[in-house]
Every structure is written in structure tokens, then in C-alpha cells.
């Protein structure tokens, strides 16, 4: 069982790497089939975390890196963080705050941010220079996924404390 887990990470670290080489994006103009195939791994993820979310029990680490992977690589794509597909983001964020769930959304909107950040980077090209010119647009990626994924945290942090109180339950810390 411990290679099948140490198989499935090493799996999440290759769909990662090769999403931040941008190997993954494609523009829906120019390519509609990897388009349609992008939107295909985003209903597959969705899937998998609707699966994870009714089973009784928590869902585990590896599931929550799959369904981060599976949504990097279809929203690259369908076209990226500007493309049809974002809408995934914001949704898997949602997702891993549920208090069923129990992932990290600040962490994972971080992350996620910063593969879409690195991704646009390196797949623009242009050397350093060109690098350093494309650093402050590419913070309208970054920063949007991480307050996101915080604000989730709060959301529903504060929601389970208030839930608790009007339940006549004691509060939490």
C-alpha cells in the first residue's frame, strides 16, 4: 500500500512540474480539442471531489493533490488562468474549506497561485528582462487565488463557531 501512495505522489509532482513548464496550455481559439479535453479533466476532478466529499470519513492528502492536479492541468488547458476554465479554481478552494473536507484552501490558493504565476513566466519566454516585465502582471494571478483561499478558511471557520453557538453548542476557541 505504501508504494501505491508513494506512486501517486510522485504522479502529483510530474502532472505539477510539467504544469509549470506550461507544457499543459493550450489557447481554446487555437486548439478547441485540447480545449474540450481541459474541460474534460475539470469535470473528472469535480467528480472525484464530489466521490470524496459524500463518503463518509476524511478525505485523505493524496485526493486532495489529485484533484488540485487534475484542475491545474485542465484549466491550463482550456486556456489558462484567462481562459473558460478558472472558474475551477475558486471552486476547488470552496471545495477543500468545506469542514468535511478539511483541506488547506490558503494553502492550496497560495500554491495554485504560484504554479499559474510560474507557469506564465517561463512560458512567455523573453529571458530575465522579460521575465522581470511580466512579474507585476502576473501578481493579478497570485494574489486573487491566495485571498481567496484565505477568506474560504475564515468562512468557514467562522461559520462552524457560529453554527456551534446557535445549536446552543459551546463555542470554539
Known sequence: MKSLRLLGYIGV???????????????????????????????????????????????????????????????????????????????????????SVAGPAAIAGLCVGLCEVLSFLIRSGGGLSGVVSRLLPSLAVLVPLTVFGIVAEWLTERESVLGGARRGLPEGP
Do not use: N
Not at 24 to 51: H, R
Not at 58 to 75: E, H, K, Q, Y
Open 13 to 99: 509532482s510530474v502532472v505539477v512540474i510539467s504544469t509549470l513548464t506550461g507544457s499543459f496550455y493550450k489557447s481554446p481559439s487555437e486548439d478547441p480539442v485540447a480545449a474540450a479535453v481541459g474541460i474534460g479533466f475539470l469535470c473528472l476532478a469535480a467528480s472525484m471531489a464530489v466521490f470524496f466529499w459524500r463518503r463518509p470519513g476524511s478525505v485523505g492528502a493524496l485526493v486532495l493533490l489529485w484533484c488540485a492536479a487534475l484542475t491545474l492541468v485542465g484549466v491550463q488547458m482550456s486556456g489558462g488562468f484567462h481562459g473558460p476554465g478558472m472558474i475551477a479554481y475558486p471552486l476547488l478552494l470552496l471545495w477543500m474549506a468545506l469542514p
